[in-house]
């Protein structure tokens, strides 16, 4: 995923990859897309308002009023702000958060940060209208899509593997049950033996050991003990047990 800026009179190559670790963040472009998808409640509304934030800003490029957004406003409110991931991707597009806005920064938007999210969009195909709209904020900001015959275009021309937001939301409820069933699991395996005597304290702790190792190998699609926040859930209900 490459574009290519004619500014300043020399090409620029700009590295325009959404799963691209840029340096200093903790997680992609892509991966925020992919968690706003998941957690908006509308989805299409959620990334036609952050696509219509950028279009504005490139439209009326000398209008004020287009590069401060309310935290008030009852349509940010609803699609964007209460999604810390979108709330990240304004700011990685150049937002900086100053009280009761959100306000660009002088700089304006940042080019490899609109190509990043058009080229994230452009994984699924019910955004195709969303990427098209983006064809001219890409222009505005001084990149091209450059083609191997050396033509230029305004929206990515590559083929990707289709991704659907319904399946990401799938992914995420299997996973969320998954979990539940392992802490269901730990917490049942954690519950007291029986008996007393000097040997219950060793009986106790080897019940919450069972629950542990019972709940790892229920959630094998998961990562296993990769999967941090399922590990802390598990150390929590067996301290709590």
């Known amino acids: 995923a490459i574009c290519r800026s004619g500014r300043l009179g020399a090409a620029m190559v700009v590295n325009a990859d959404p799963h691209l670790r840029v340096q200093g963040a903790t997680v992609t472009t892509g ?6 998808a998941v957690a908006a ?22 209008d004020p009023k287009f590069q401060e957004l309310r935290k008030s406003n009852a349509t940010f409110v609803e699609a964007l702000a209460q ?14 958060e100053e009280g009761e806005v959100f306000r660009l920064q002088p700089s304006g938007l940042r080019p490899s940060e609109v190509a990043r999210l058009q080229a994230a969009l452009h994984e699924f195909p019910e955004f195709s209208a969303l990427v098209h709209d983006l064809g001219p904020a890409v222009k505005a ?11 230029s275009t305004f929206i990515p021309f590559y083929e990707v593997i289709p991704r659907r937001t319904s399946d990401l939301r799938a992914a995420a409820e299997q996973e969320d049950a998954e979990l539940q069933e392992a802490l269901r699991l730990s917490s049942q395996g954690a519950a007291p033996c029986g008996g007393g005597g000097s040997g219950g304290g060793g009986s106790s702790s080897h019940s919450k050991l069972s629950a542990a190792a019972a709940a790892s190998e229920s959630f094998g699609t998961l990562g296993g003990a990769e999967d941090a926040d399922l590990q802390e859930a598990l150390r929590l209900s067996l301290v709590n047990a």
């Not at 999604?83 to 900086?96: D, E, H, I």
């Open 31 to 36: 991966d925020l897309v992919e968690s706003a």
């Open 41 to 62: 409640a509308d989805v299409g509304q959620t990334f036609g308002l952050l696509v219509r934030i950028i279009r504005n800003i490139v439209d009326y490029p000398h």
């Open 83 to 96: 999604s810390a991931p979108c709330t990240q991707l304004l700011r990685r597009l150049g937002f900086r």
């Open 141 to 151: 900001v001084g990149l091209n899509w450059s083609e191997p015959n050396g033509t």
